[in-house]
C-alpha cells in the first residue's frame, strides 16, 4: 500500500519536455487511482443515503440485510462509534455522519453497509429499509431568496461587500447607464473518477487511500473526528481522476471509511457511484447578478454595481463570490460589489473550476458587450478604454499584467477586425454567424510548500512532494524545473507525489500548484547544488550559482574547479545520497495577482431552430512564465470546453417538491462531447512574473474555464440580435426570447 513513484520518460530533456511523463501509465492503466488499490482483507462497503431533504429517521430496519451472505455490519446513528467535532482542517460541511437520525438534505447517508464482496454490499444496502418523518423544507433559491442574508466569506476570499468611491456621483456622471440581470445554472463537477476512499487500520496506525486534492486536508480532518495523532494517520493520493474542486475540502464519506476501518479492523473500500457523486461533495451553486454600468459618451466608466445571489446549505454557509471579479477587472472611481446567500436544504455548495469569476464573469462581460452595443462603441475597444493600470479596489500594483498583449494578439488571431458592428449581419446558410469576445481574470491563490531532492550516487534525482496529480500534469512539470534549475538530464528525475509522508504543502486548488510547490522544487534544488559544492570545495558557499549537475557529475561553471563525480563525493562523506529540503512562503501582499485572458468566439445559430453551435475559439492568456507548453494548453483547452458547457449545455435542476436533482447522471446532466468542441487556438503572451514566484510562473488551471460563457453569449448576440442572460443558452430560450 505504498505509493510509486512516476519515472519521467527517456525522450526530452528538461526544457524541451514535450510529452506528458505520465501519459504511458494513465492510458495503459498501470497507474492506480484509489479504487484500483486492494489488499487481502479487503471489504466493500456501499452508502444508503436520504430519500427526502429534510426531516427525522423514524425506522430503520437493517435485519433483512444483515442476513445477506457476506454482510460485515451495517453501520447508522444507532450503532456508530461516535465522532469528535473537525476544529481544524477544512471540512466546512461541518456535519458529522452517522450520528444523529436528523436529515439536513436528500442523499445524506444514513447507512453504511459493508461485506466481503462488492455485489454483496449493493444486494444489503437495497435491504435496508428507512422511514422518515417529513419536515417541510426550502428547497428552490426562489423560495429562500426572501431569507438571503450577508454571508461570512473565507478571509482569503475577501470581504462580502465592497464599496469603493460614490456610486451616486459615479452614476449623475454617466451619460448612458445600462443595469440588466444575469442568472447562471447550478453545476456539478463530474470527475471522470467518483471519488472513492480505501482506509486500513491496523497497529493503532490508519493508512488511507483516498480520490483527493489536498491529502493533507484529509489527515488533519480524520485526525479531528477520529482523535487520532495526525502522525497515526497516512493518507496517499498519487493519482487522482479529476477533481475540479470536489475533492478539495474534506467529505463526509472519507470520514465515514475511516471510521468503519477503525471500527471492524481491516481494510475497507467505498466508491461513490455517480448518482451519489451529485450529493455527496458539494456543486457549484446557482447565481443571480445584476449589473450596473455607467459611463460617460467615450466608454470610461463612471460607476460599477455588482451584486449576486447564491443558495448556501441550511447547515453551513458557502459563498459564490461571482461579483469578485469586478473589483478588480476595469478602472472605474465608482465601484459596489455585494454578495447574499439563501440557505436551502441541499448538500452545502463548495468551489468549482472555475469558482467565483467564474460565474461572475459571464454577468460583467455580457453587461460590458450590452453597454458597448448601446454606445456603438467595438466591445474589444470598450474594454481597451476601461484597461485597469491598478488594482481600482485596493489601489496596489498587479504583480505583472499584459491583458492588452492578449487583446492584441487574441483580436489578431481571430481577425476581429473584421466584425461587422450591427448583429444579424454574417450568416453561412441557413445559419446566422456571430462573433463575441470577453475578458477573463482569476484571482491568484498561493499556499506554502515544501519539497525534497534526493541526489544518488549515480547523479540520478528523486522529488519528492506532498502535493497531488489531478490530470493536470503535475510529475511532469515538477520534474521538469527540477531538472532545470539542477542541470541535469530529464530522464534522470523521478517523482514522487501524493503522500503525508513527504513534504508538506497545500490543496491542488485555485491554480496553485505549480507556482507554489514549483517554487519550493526550485529552492530544494538549489539546496541540492549547494550541499554538493560544498561537499566538493569543503568550502561554505551561499549560492547555487556557477554549479549543475550533469552525466553523474558536477560541474563548476564559474571557476577552474575541475568535475567532481557524484559517487566519489558522498563516498569520500560517508553518504548513502545527497538529501535537500526547500520551502517557499508566499511573499509580496502589496501587490494584487492575478491571471488575465481575451476570449473571441465564433457561434453559428440555425436561424429555424435557434441551435447554437461554437465554430471557433481563439484565447490569449497571461499567466506569468509557461513552465511547460504542453500541460499548460491542454490546462486551458479543457478550461475552454467548460466554458462551452456552462454556456450551452450544464444545469442541475432541483425538483422543488422532491427536494433532490432531477438528473443524478450522465444522460440528463449534459456535458460537452468532442462534437461540441471546435477548433481551439489557445495562446500566451510572453512574461515573467518574479513577484509571483520565484519561477517566475501564475496558475493557468482554472482561468481557461472564465470569460468563454460571456463570449458565447455576445457572440450569440451578434448572431440574432437577442440577448442571452442567462446560462445555458438553449434552443427554446433563444425561440421564445423577444429581440
Given at each position: 500500500m505504498t505509493p510509486r513513484s512516476v519515472p519521467l520518460s527517456p525522450g526530452p530533456s528538461a526544457p524541451d519536455a514535450r510529452f506528458r511523463v505520465d501519459a504511458v501509465a494513465k492510458v495503459t492503466g498501470s497507474a492506480r487511482y484509489t479504487a484500483d488499490h486492494t489488499a487481502p482483507d479487503v471489504r466493500h462497503a456501499v452508502l444508503v443515503t436520504a430519500s427526502v431533504p429534510a426531516g427525522r429517521i423514524t425506522e430503520l430496519h437493517t435485519t433483512a440485510a444483515e442476513k445477506l451472505p457476506g454482510v460485515v455490519a451495517v453501520l447508522s446513528h444507532r450503532n456508530a462509534p461516535k465522532l469528535h467535532p473537525v476544529t481544524a482542517g477544512m471540512y466546512p460541511h461541518g456535519l458529522l455522519p452517522l450520528q444523529e437520525d436528523r436529515i439536513h438534505y436528500e442523499g445524506e447517508p444514513v447507512a453504511l453497509v459493508v461485506a466481503e464482496a462488492w455485489e454483496q454490499a449493493v444486494a444489503a444496502a437495497h435491504r435496508v429499509r428507512v422511514r422518515y418523518t417529513v419536515q417541510p423544507a426550502v428547497t428552490t433559491l426562489d423560495e429562500a431568496a426572501p431569507e438571503a442574508y450577508p454571508p461570512t466569506p473565507l478571509p482569503r476570499w475577501g470581504p462580502a461587500d465592497t464599496e469603493v468611491g460614490d456610486l451616486q456621483e459615479g452614476l449623475a456622471a454617466a451619460t448612458t447607464i445600462i443595469e440588466s440581470s444575469?442568472?447562471?445554472?447550478?453545476r456539478h463537477h463530474n470527475a471522470m473518477?467518483?471519488?472513492?476512499?480505501?482506509?486500513?487500520?491496523?497497529?493503532?496506525?490508519?493508512?488511507?487511500?483516498?480520490?483527493?486534492?489536498?491529502?493533507?486536508?484529509?489527515?488533519?480532518?480524520?485526525?479531528?473526528?477520529l482523535d487520532m495523532e495526525p502522525e497515526d494517520i497516512r493518507v496517499l493520493s498519487p493519482f487522482t481522476g479529476g477533481g475540479f474542486g470536489s475533492k478539495g475540502y474534506t467529505w463526509p464519506h472519507e470520514i465515514i471509511v475511516a471510521m468503519a476501518a477503525r471500527h471492524l479492523g481491516g481494510t475497507v473500500l467505498l466508491a461513490l457511484n455517480r448518482a451519489q457523486s451529485f450529493t455527496s461533495h458539494g456543486y457549484q451553486p446557482q447565481t443571480r447578478q445584476t449589473i450596473t454600468l455607467g459611463a460617460k459618451a467615450d466608454g470610461s466608466l463612471t460607476a460599477l454595481r455588482h451584486t449576486s445571489l447564491s443558495p448556501t446549505s441550511l447547515y453551513g454557509e458557502y459563498v459564490e463570490m461571482a461579483a469578485t471579479c469586478s473589483r478588480t477587472a476595469y478602472a472605474c472611481p465608482a465601484i459596489s460589489t455585494a454578495h447574499r446567500v439563501a440557505p436551502v436544504a441541499a448538500i452545502l455548495p463548495t468551489p468549482m473550476r472555475a469558482p467565483h469569476?467564474?460565474?461572475?464573469?459571464?454577468?460583467?462581460?455580457?453587461?460590458?458587450?450590452?453597454?458597448?452595443?448601446?454606445?456603438?462603441?467595438?466591445?474589444?475597444?470598450?474594454?481597451?478604454?476601461?484597461?485597469?493600470?491598478?488594482?481600482?479596489?485596493?489601489?496596489?500594483?498587479?504583480?505583472?499584467?499584459?491583458?492588452?498583449?492578449?487583446?492584441?494578439?487574441?483580436?489578431?488571431?481571430?481577425?476581429?477586425?473584421?466584425?461587422?458592428?450591427?448583429?444579424?449581419?454574417?450568416?453561412?446558410?441557413?445559419?446566422?454567424?456571430?462573433?463575441?469576445?470577453?475578458?477573463?481574470?482569476?484571482?491568484?491563490?498561493?499556499?506554502?510548500?515544501?519539497?525534497?531532492?534526493?541526489?544518488?550516487?549515480?547523479?540520478?534525482?528523486?522529488?519528492?512532494?506532498?502535493?497531488?496529480?489531478?490530470?493536470?500534469?503535475t510529475y511532469t512539470v515538477l520534474g521538469q524545473i527540477a531538472a532545470q534549475t539542477l542541470g541535469c538530464a530529464a530522464e534522470l528525475v523521478?517523482?514522487?507525489?501524493?503522500?503525508?509522508?513527504?513534504?508538506?504543502?497545500?490543496?491542488?486548488?485555485?491554480?496553485?500548484?505549480?507556482?507554489?510547490?514549483?517554487?519550493?522544487?526550485?529552492?530544494?534544488?538549489?539546496?541540492?547544488?549547494?550541499?554538493?559544492?560544498?561537499?566538493?570545495?569543503?568550502?561554505?558557499?551561499?549560492?547555487?550559482?556557477?554549479?549543475?549537475?550533469?552525466?553523474?557529475?558536477?560541474?563548476?561553471?564559474?571557476?577552474?574547479?575541475?568535475?567532481?563525480?557524484?559517487?566519489?563525493?558522498?563516498?569520500?562523506?560517508?553518504?548513502?545520497?545527497?538529501?535537500?529540503?526547500?520551502?517557499?512562503?508566499?511573499?509580496n501582499d502589496a501587490?494584487?495577482?492575478?491571471?488575465?485572458?481575451?476570449?473571441?468566439?465564433?457561434?453559428?445559430?440555425?436561424?429555424?431552430?435557434c441551435v447554437p453551435r461554437v465554430r471557433r475559439v481563439v484565447a490569449a492568456y497571461s499567466a506569468g512564465r509557461i513552465i511547460n507548453p504542453l500541460t499548460a494548453r491542454s490546462q486551458m483547452t479543457g478550461g475552454i470546453a467548460w466554458g462551452i458547457g456552462q454556456a450551452l449545455l450544464e444545469q442541475s435542476v432541483t425538483d422543488a417538491a422532491l427536494g433532490r436533482f432531477v438528473s443524478k447522471d450522465l444522460s440528463g446532466y449534459l456535458?460537452?462531447?468532442?462534437?461540441?468542441?471546435?477548433?481551439?487556438?489557445?495562446?500566451?503572451?510572453?512574461?515573467?512574473?518574479e513577484q509571483a514566484s520565484t519561477i517566475g510562473a501564475r496558475g493557468t488551471g482554472e482561468l481557461g474555464a472564465v470569460g468563454v460563457s460571456a463570449a458565447i453569449a455576445n457572440a450569440v448576440f451578434h448572431a440574432t440580435g437577442t440577448r442571452p442572460r442567462s446560462l445555458p443558452i438553449t434552443p427554446e430560450a433563444l425561440l421564445t426570447a423577444e429581440r
Open positions: 444575469y442568472s447562471t445554472a447550478s473518477e467518483p471519488a472513492a476512499t480505501l482506509a486500513r487500520y491496523a497497529d493503532g496506525k490508519l493508512t488511507v487511500h483516498d480520490a483527493s486534492q489536498g491529502v493533507f486536508n484529509v489527515q488533519t480532518v480524520l485526525a479531528c473526528a469569476e467564474g460565474p461572475g464573469m459571464f454577468a460583467l462581460e455580457s453587461a460590458m458587450d450590452e453597454l458597448a452595443h448601446e454606445l456603438r462603441i467595438d466591445p474589444l475597444e470598450l474594454r481597451r478604454r476601461n484597461h485597469a493600470l491598478t488594482d481600482p479596489t485596493s489601489g496596489k500594483p498587479f504583480s505583472s499584467k499584459e491583458l492588452l498583449a492578449c487583446y492584441a494578439t487574441g483580436a489578431r488571431r481571430f481577425g476581429w477586425d473584421e466584425r461587422p458592428m450591427a448583429p444579424r449581419s454574417m450568416r453561412a446558410g441557413r445559419e446566422l454567424i456571430g462573433w463575441g469576445m470577453a475578458g477573463a481574470t482569476m484571482n491568484q491563490f498561493r499556499f506554502p510548500a515544501a519539497a525534497r531532492i534526493r541526489i544518488q550516487p549515480r547523479g540520478d534525482v528523486l522529488v519528492e512532494a506532498g502535493t497531488q496529480e489531478i490530470g493536470t500534469g523521478q517523482v514522487r507525489l501524493g503522500d503525508t509522508e513527504l513534504p508538506r504543502t497545500g490543496m491542488t486548488a485555485g491554480s496553485s500548484t505549480t507556482l507554489s510547490v514549483g517554487s519550493a522544487v526550485r529552492a530544494a534544488a538549489r539546496n541540492a547544488l549547494m550541499q554538493l559544492a560544498q561537499l566538493a570545495t569543503g568550502a561554505q558557499t551561499e549560492t547555487a550559482n556557477g554549479v549543475r549537475l550533469a552525466d553523474g557529475h558536477v560541474h563548476f561553471t564559474d571557476s577552474a574547479t575541475e568535475p567532481v563525480a557524484v559517487a566519489e563525493l558522498l563516498q569520500r562523506h560517508g553518504l548513502p545520497e545527497l538529501a535537500a529540503e526547500g520551502e517557499w512562503t508566499p511573499q501587490l494584487s495577482l492575478h491571471t488575465f485572458g481575451a476570449v473571441f468566439a465564433e457561434v453559428a445559430v440555425d436561424e429555424d431552430l456535458l460537452p462531447v468532442h462534437a461540441d468542441v471546435p477548433e481551439l487556438d489557445v495562446v500566451f503572451v510572453d512574461e515573467f512574473d
